[in-house]
């Protein structure tokens, strides 16, 4: 059990989990969830760490199918810029490794932002806490339990 599915059964929210045979030569895991378990990339969300002008890390959570907006992700987070973190240092701050870090029990709390798509789902997908283990459950739970703020994220 990862500390993901413990916040989320200690939190009482509904939710499912799925696995997959994850493949160690993929570097894109968030498009082979989808593909692994036939879901559209537009509702498997992956989660990144970017670091901000002012050295806090933010986490962003954006659909696979597109691209992380740093300037949007800078703006929605009072930041003039945005870089990606190192791997070492996401994994440092979370508690999970890339390709699996959820954005869900993580080891602290860092300031959390989720695609402004996501509030047209019935329910989404995100990384349960390992490669190969995915989470489905509604956004506004997932805004709940990471105190995510909405915004516009993603760009083709």
């Known amino acids: 059990m990862t500390p993901a599915i413990k916040q ?13 045979a994850h493949d160690p030569r ?19 969300f992956k989660t990144l760490l970017a670091k901000l002008d002012d050295g806090r890390l933010a986490v962003a959570i954006v659909p696979v199918s597109h691209w992380l907006d740093l300037k949007a992700l800078a703006r929605a987070a009072g930041a003039r810029k945005a870089v990606m973190a190192e791997a070492e240092e996401a994994q440092r701050a979370t508690g999970y490794v890339v390709g699996g870090i ?5 080891k602290r709390r860092l300031p959390t932002f989720l695609d402004a798509s996501a509030e047209a789902l019935p329910a989404l997908h995100v ?21 995510a703020r909405l915004a516009p994220l993603a760009r083709s």
């Open 8 to 20: 989320l059964e200690s939190a009482g929210v509904d939710f499912t989990v799925a696995e997959y």
């Open 26 to 44: 993929t570097p894109a895991y968030g498009e082979e969830a989808a593909r692994a378990l036939g879901l559209s990339p537009d509702e498997v």
């Open 102 to 106: 959820s954005p869900l029990g993580q």
């Open 127 to 147: 990384s349960g806490g390992r490669r190969g283990l995915e989470i489905r459950l509604a956004p506004a739970d997932l805004v709940r339990l990471t105190g």
